[in-house]
């Protein structure tokens, strides 16, 4: 890019559209600025380029209007403990777990695209399998169903892990997620760590969900 030649991109033109161009919004921009701009001195960006971010974003914002529909009337005292949720609901908290692990390490060193490249990793591992297993569970059983109840468990603490990951990325889709459903809280707000990790330690039987 280049402002003598005038083949830059105005941020606001990104933010909030311009002439015949759809405003892509703040969360686009900052990801793109994550996953393109803060890995290498040559910083590609263009209509196809924020497009690709674009759907990106929209990706993550999918997972989160499924896991916001489950949640909506869920409320964090019925939360199981650990032992009593079902295999598949403890190994979706071991890969939140991993997740955050990976996560905190590339922000403790300042690597934003591997963030992003993380978080997509995950969006589409989980939207693919344990989203698309625990439907029936969640929408079938009764509400007081044990295994209903452990599969909220589950995407009530994977959904509040993730916010905390991503809202130095993406804040206002992760501030608008929580404000939707009563059991989640704003990654801003919380006076904890940023990403909410989930304490491994805390997590018995561990090993024995792997193995299987």
């Not at 600025?33 to 960006?45: E, I, P």
């Not at 890969?95 to 403790?108: A, C, I």
């Amino acid at each position: 890019m280049s402002k003598s030649i005038g083949n830059v991109v105005d941020p606001d033109h990104v933010t909030d559209g311009h002439k015949s161009k759809q405003a892509k919004g703040v969360d686009v921009l900052r990801w793109w600025v994550g996953l393109h701009a803060s890995s290498s001195s040559s910083v590609l960006v263009g209509d196809n380029i924020l497009a690709a971010s674009q759907t990106e974003v929209n990706k993550i914002r999918n997972m989160f209007k499924f896991l916001v529909g489950m949640l909506r009337e869920w409320n964090t005292n019925e939360n199981l403990h650990f032992d009593q949720l079902k295999l598949l609901d403890k190994i979706l908290l071991l890969k939140l777990h991993n997740f955050q692990e990976k996560v905190n390490t590339h922000y403790s060193v300042r690597e934003y695209n591997k963030v992003c490249l993380t978080v997509l990793g995950l969006v589409a591992d989980v939207s693919a399998t344990h989203l698309h297993l625990v439907k029936d569970r969640l929408y079938c059983d009764e509400g007081s169903s044990p295994d209903r109840k452990s599969g909220l468990t589950a995407l009530c603490i994977f959904t509040q892990g993730v916010l905390g990951c991503l809202s130095p990325v993406v804040p206002l889709l992760c501030e608008e997620v929580a404000s939707q459903v009563s059991c989640l809280h704003s990654p801003v707000k919380l006076v904890v760590p940023h990403l909410h990790l989930v304490n491994i330690s805390q997590l018995s039987h561990r090993s024995e969900c792997l193995d299987e």
